[in-house]
Nanobody, 120 residues
Framework: QVQLVESGGGLVQAGGSLRLSCVSS????????TVWYRQGPGKQRELVAT???????NYAESVKGRFTISRDNTKNTVYLQMNSLKPDDTGVYYC??????????????WGQGTQVTVSS
């Protein structure tokens, strides 16, 4: 079983920055992609950023230019650098890793989430 652990959340004022980390116990060799999601109060879970096996990235429109997703393969860690934070960025942030279990099957693993609170 693959385990993911998020960290780095906290309380920050609007305009501030945080860097979230997602450490995986799984092997990098069969990791297809890692995705950051978030769920704010009274909101649906939304996709924030994605990084694929090849290193390509995608972002939600609401965070483009402010957030950066990156990966350190030597540490089995994916990061989400969050700058110019807004109160609407408040929520629980989750990472999800997609692993290629067999050539015909993938499996998703979720972290426990880390709370990000942005005050005005």
């Amino acid at each position: 079983q693959v385990q993911l652990v998020e960290s780095g959340g906290g309380l920050v004022q609007a305009g501030g920055s945080l860097r979230l980390s997602c450490v995986s116990s799984g092997s990098i060799f069969n990791l297809n992609a890692t995705v950051w999601y978030r769920q704010g109060p009274g909101k649906q879970r939304e996709l924030v950023a994605t990084i694929t096996r090849g290193g390509s990235t995608n972002y939600a429109e609401s965070v483009k230019g402010r957030f950066t997703i990156s990966r350190d393969n030597t540490k089995n860690t994916v990061y989400l650098q969050m700058n110019s934070l807004k109160p609407d960025d408040t929520g629980v942030y989750y990472c999800k890793a997609e692993y290629q279990i067999t050539p015909w099957a993938v499996r998703n693993y979720w972290g426990q989430g880390t709370q990000v609170t942005v005050s005005s």
